[in-house]
């Protein structure tokens, strides 16, 4: 089993930056594929990032695309989602999941394990 544990969600302006990380414990976070999706009110959740067990291969929705990056630091059991030029579409419950499928998945049943979410919100 592995935990996941977000932080670095907070109020920001349109247009600036945060910062998410995703500390994992547990089973070897390497063994897995590590997604962000997020959900708003009223809204189901939806994909936003993946990112391959090495870190080498990523894919984002393209709402986000050229504006968030998603890497991980397998050293540190931790992924992390930078955000830039965030616009108040964006504001949301993000969380950080991990999945054992071969590749990348979007798909939010998919991903095994779920963190408990940092809420993120931007300001017009």
């Known amino acids: 089993q592995v935990q996941l544990v977000e932080s670095g969600g907070g109020l920001v302006q349109a247009g600036g930056s945060l910062r998410l990380s995703c500390a994992a414990s547990g089973r070897t976070f390497v063994a897995y594929i590590m997604g962000w999706f997020r959900q708003a009110p009223g809204k189901e959740r939806e994909f936003v990032a993946a990112v391959t067990r090495s870190g080498g291969h990523t894919y984002y929705t393209a709402s986000v695309k050229g504006r968030f990056t998603i890497s991980r630091d397998n050293a540190k059991n931790t992924a992390y989602l930078q955000m830039n030029n965030l616009e108040p579409e964006d504001t949301a419950a993000y969380y950080c999941?991990?999945?054992?499928?071969?590749?990348?998945?979007?798909?939010?049943?998919?991903?095994?394990?779920w963190g408990q979410g940092t809420q993120v919100t931007v300001s017009s």
């Open positions: 999941a991990a999945s054992q499928v071969m590749g990348i998945t979007t798909t939010p049943r998919t991903y095994e394990y």
